[in-house]
């Protein structure tokens, strides 16, 4: 079945990867804008990134029939540092208009300081004054309610959101029904260990059904699975949900949700 990876850091993954994910039926991808795994040193780290995400990634995934998307961002991770932040923002804004760049993202929260918060909101600004799709980073585990709360009380705060055109991400089972409820996309993160595993999103399926659904493998530099997503497919035959259902997931709905961006145009094999 053909899919779509929405969530995956290609940046980290290897030729490898690309051909397996072909090989299983990815014919997309979105790569939003993340960690390095390290700090970066400058406002020069950032622009490379930027260049890598909307020139060289969607190259290299090409070779594979793999149409890559971006998102650009500053993470929470990174976002302490008022000044430096505030210079990744303005470098970030003049890569907005490049051909594959679907919005701003991954941004959120992690630990949830005012210092993340003061750069989270500049980037939400920046978002609703371009008309720019958002996707949102949750924390984990244990701030993953209250950051939650946080991003969707920000968001409710500014009157010019449009809550179809964002997706809240790494959603689970104590925070994804305020999302749906409140007219948002969730994404699933679909991790080997922590997150949800894909049976655990089986579950959510089961439970919430498949409108404003998606779910990706987040796969990055650290332990996760580039595959998750055509194994979630196989979780959800199992289960007995229809192939309707199952497309809907993971091929439709990234289509519906991607296509409110001005930069997206893709041709669905017929
Ligand atoms: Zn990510």
Same mark, same amino acid.
């Given at each position: 079945?053909?899919?779509?990876?929405?969530?995956?850091?290609?940046?980290?993954?290897?030729?490898?990867?690309?051909?397996?994910?072909?090989?299983?039926?990815?014919?997309?991808?979105?790569?939003?804008?993340?960690?390095?795994?390290?700090?970066?040193?400058?406002?020069?780290?950032?622009?490379?990134?930027?260049?890598?995400?909307?020139?060289?990634?969607?190259?290299?995934?090409?070779?594979?029939?793999?149409?890559?998307?971006?998102?650009?961002?500053?993470?929470?991770?990174?976002?302490?540092?008022?000044?430096?932040?505030?210079?990744?923002?303005? @470098?970030?804004?003049?890569? %907005? *208009?490049?051909?594959?760049?679907? =919005?701003?993202?991954?941004?959120?929260?992690? $630990?949830? +300081? !005012?210092?993340?918060?003061?750069?989270?909101?500049?980037?939400?600004?920046?978002?609703?004054?371009?008309?720019?799709?958002?996707?949102?980073?949750?924390?984990?585990?244990?701030?993953?309610?209250?950051?939650?709360?946080?991003?969707?009380?920000?968001?409710?705060?500014?009157?010019?959101?449009?809550?179809?055109?964002?997706?809240?991400?790494?959603?689970?089972?104590? @925070?994804?029904?305020?999302? %749906? *409820?409140?007219?948002?996309?969730? =994404?699933?993160?679909?991790?080997?260990?922590? $997150?949800? +595993? !894909?049976?655990?999103?089986?579950?959510?399926?089961?439970?919430?059904?498949?409108?404003?659904?998606?779910?990706?493998?987040?796969?990055?530099?650290?332990?996760?699975?580039?595959?998750?997503?055509?194994?979630?497919?196989?979780?959800?035959?199992?289960?007995?949900?229809?192939?309707?259902?199952?497309?809907?997931?993971?091929?439709?709905?990234?289509?519906?949700?991607?296509?409110?961006?001005?930069?997206?145009?893709?041709?669905?094999?017929?």
């Amino acid at each position: 079945m053909q899919y779509f990876d929405p969530h995956i850091h290609m940046a980290s993954r290897t030729t490898d990867d690309l051909q397996a994910m072909a090989l299983a039926g990815c014919v997309g991808v979105s790569e939003p804008a993340f960690w390095a795994g390290f700090d970066r040193s400058g406002l020069d780290s950032f622009r490379d990134y930027f260049r890598q995400l909307t020139e060289w990634e969607p190259k290299r995934a090409a070779q594979f029939g793999i149409r890559h998307y971006c998102w650009l961002g500053m993470n929470a991770k990174e976002a302490e540092n008022l000044d430096l932040s505030r210079q990744v923002i303005a @470098t970030m804004k003049g890569f %907005l *208009d490049r051909p594959n760049v679907l =919005g701003v993202g991954e941004i959120g929260l992690n $630990k949830c +300081t !005012p210092n993340e918060v003061a750069t989270l909101a500049e980037l939400i600004d920046v978002a609703l004054q371009g008309e720019e799709q958002m996707l949102f980073h949750t924390p984990h585990l244990e701030e993953k309610y209250r950051g939650t709360r946080m991003i969707l009380d920000l968001l409710h705060a500014d009157a010019r959101t449009d809550r179809s055109r964002v997706c809240i991400d790494h959603c689970e089972e104590q @925070t994804i029904r305020v999302v %749906l *409820d409140e007219g948002y996309w969730a =994404g699933i993160t679909l991790y080997p260990t922590t $997150k949800g +595993t !894909p049976e655990r999103a089986v579950d959510l399926v089961e439970q919430f059904g498949v409108d404003r659904i998606m779910v990706n493998s987040s796969a990055d530099w650290g332990p996760s699975d580039p595959l998750a997503v055509p194994k979630f497919i196989f979780q959800m035959r199992r289960r007995g949900q229809t192939e309707a259902n199952i497309r809907r997931v993971v091929y439709e709905n990234p289509l519906t949700f991607f296509n409110q961006s001005r930069n997206f145009q893709f041709k669905p094999a017929e």
